[in-house]
Nanobody, 127 residues
Framework: QVQLVESGGGLVQTGGSLRLSCAAS????????IGWFRQAPGKEREGVSC??????????YYLGSVKGRFIISRDSVKNMVYLEMTGLKPEDTATYYC??????????????????WGQGTQVTVSS
């Protein structure tokens, strides 16, 4: 069964850290670009970060507001992609989703490129 599952969300104070995980079953994440997106209540979904496929060098890209605070990475052995979040701010509060882009080449932060999504994990940052 093909499945994409996020975990690691929670409630943290401003300045805190969380590591989100994106686990896949039934397929290998290495072959895909992987994106992390978030959606806050009443707001549109926005791309936070993406990492290209392993064959494309696992290049990384970030939304400007998270650059320097978030790090995306992949673990090929565990078939996981992570989003390490530090210096969290209340405006980072949202449901975070990982998604796959089958192109495998340069990744982008537009959701249109991504075709398979997880169910999301909630991140809440208190002020």
């Amino acid at each position: 069964q093909v499945q994409l599952v996020e975990s690691g969300g929670g409630l943290v104070q401003t300045g805190g850290s969380l590591r989100l995980s994106c686990a896949a079953s039934g397929f290998t994440l290495d072959y895909y670009n992987i994106g992390w997106f978030r959606q806050a209540p009443g707001k549109e979904r926005e791309g936070v970060s993406c990492i290209t496929s392993s064959n494309s060098g696992s290049s990384t890209y970030y939304l400007g507001s998270v650059k320097g605070r978030f790090i995306i990475s992949r673990d090929s052995v565990k078939n996981m992609v992570y989003l390490e979040m530090t210096g969290l701010k209340p405006e980072d509060t949202a449901t975070y989703y990982c998604a796959t882009d089958p192109s495998g080449s340069a990744c982008g932060l537009g959701s249109v490129w991504y075709d398979y999504w997880g169910q999301g994990t909630q991140v809440t940052v208190s002020s």
